[in-house]
């Protein structure tokens, strides 16, 4: 691996978790959007600071972008209040007015910008390596890790700082208020930052592509968690993994890092969609089936120990009477046997006692509907399914 | 603090002509109430009567265009730790991803300030919180696998923990099993025993002499505030209601 192939990767690596932070929030305080707003109406700020400053990293640059990325809030906020429109209305209206005066500025002036549209859609993190910090004569490395890096020990620091008050103002605004933190303050904080962390990414990824890296780790490690530090970690480590595969699908496939680095944040997604205990679709399916089996079970038991004639308690008659097809029929006899609920006596079912202590408690579950009695009673299926 | 407050204190809550509007559409207009230290009040209400926005307003949540709130003679602002509010259940996302433990150490965040992390003595307390409303064992319990009535009670546990003078509630009995209203009431009432002010917006008219001790009628104007047994009755609530209500005062 050469010192460039590095340098992009780590670019990669730090874009990514730079994101993923912010990327967070946005998504549990269902403002994942606004970062698409963000990263598109920050053009016009970047193409002044560059007429300006006529370097992409330099501070200013990015101050003044960031800055158009807070106020595309405040204007939607404010059209929103207006109560005429929605937010995905007014998100809708902001951004490609700004995103737009951002491209006229760049086509009247093409001739003598370093910019031009392919590169604010896409970035071209392959180049970055090549405009490097120098100070003195000797070489400090690439100018964007530079500047990334300086974004991402904020976001960190702040993120340290504050992460009590963010968790807070993002679960329950109005009790933030009421103890004297500020969400104005809080979310206005976390916008500023968003925006500084998409301008920084901007070089990098693009104005499309910066909202992969926002949305999609945060959205993937909240179908895994139930816990923000968790949440948070796992975003952090899905932005890592897409960075660095990424790059090394790009080469393989000779693309865009960028449009790369998306597609394995996609794909990531869609296996942990599908693959992820507890909330995936496969294990949903799955527990769905077993709850199925688990409440023939107990409808079995509640009419086993309803009737006590003979022929109510007859196998083939069950099957008949209860109206189940035969696999399921067999698959309830079997569980309920293999756990000795029932013992069959010339095809004649009884309950044995544990049976029938299991199916009284079932039964002041269903009636009395006691919490308590519930927890007991996913307690006794638990032991069940073993 | 079990002592009754004497004349020279200030009332827990104070509340001048307020006006609040949404638009043009007034929701309170002209509020003058007076809750005294010590009262376990019902605020009740049709929909629309602005009951919610009340307790916003006395919390600095919405600003009123006209008016003013004092907390035990100082506005609100400057009595932010005297002050505990339960929320409606409704008003946060229960998939955020934390567990009950958790929300209840949010009641301690008020007293930390900014920065500062809650360690093992606001855990002590939460724990003690979950205890005190029966939710102990499901302390380390996602919040969305919570019942109702159990993230109710969560919410509960968060206010006491914040271990304020005055308790702001928000519907707290919306939704929840008659277990859950009864073990409620009794904090309530334990609450009010140690010399707390509670203000819980309340719907269901039947159990108001029951469980309170005062009430204020409240219809985008104030209609009536006092003891219950002085004006609970027929004619503030047809007042409140608009139509002839026949419920009133049996206790």
Known sequence: MSGTQIEIQLIAALVAVACAIPGTFLVLRKMAMISDAISHSILPGIVLGFFLTQDLNSPLLILLAALTGVITVILVEAIQRTGLVKEDTAIGLVF??????????????????????????????AFAPFDRLLVGGSDWGPKSLWVIGTILTVTLTLLLLFFKELKLSTFDAG???????SPLILHYGLMTVSSVTVVGAFDAVGAVLVVALIIAPAATAYLLTDDLRKMLLLSCGFGVFAAIAGYWLANLLDASIAGSMSTVLGLLFFVVYLFAPGQGVLSSLFRERRQRLEVSLLV????????????????????EHINWQEVRSRRVLDLARKNNLITIVDDVVDLTPKGQQFTDEALSYITTNKETAIEELKERFFLFRG | MNNPAPSTRPPAIQIDDLTVAYNYKPVLWDIDLTIPEGVLMAIVGPNGAGKSTLIKSILGIIKPIAGSVQVFGKPYKKQVDKVAYVPQKGSVDWDFPTVALDVVMMGTYGGLGWIKRPGQKEKKRALEALEKVGML???????????????????????????????LMDEPFQGVDATTERAIVNILKELRQSGKTLVVVHHDLQTVPEYFDWVTFLNVKSIASGPIRDI???DNLTKTYGINYKVATKG
């Open chain 2, 232 to 234: 609970f009755n027929d």
């Open chain 1, 96 to 125: 490609p007015a700004l995103f737009s005066i951002g491209v006229i500025l760049i086509a009247r002036n093409a001739n003598d910008v370093h910019l031009d549209i392919d590169a604010v859609l896409l970035g071209e993190l």
């Open chain 1, 300 to 319: 079995f038991l509640l009419h086993l120990q309803n009737h006590q004639e003979k022929r109510e308690r007859h196998v083939n008659h069950l099957r």
């Open chain 2, 137 to 167: 064992s499901f302390r380390d319990r996602q919040i969305s696998q919570l019942s109702g009535g159990q993230q109710q009670r969560i919410f509960l546990a968060r206010a006491l923990v914040q271990d304020a003078a005055i308790y």
């Open chain 1, 175 to 181: 009790l933030a208020a009421t103890l004297g933190f």
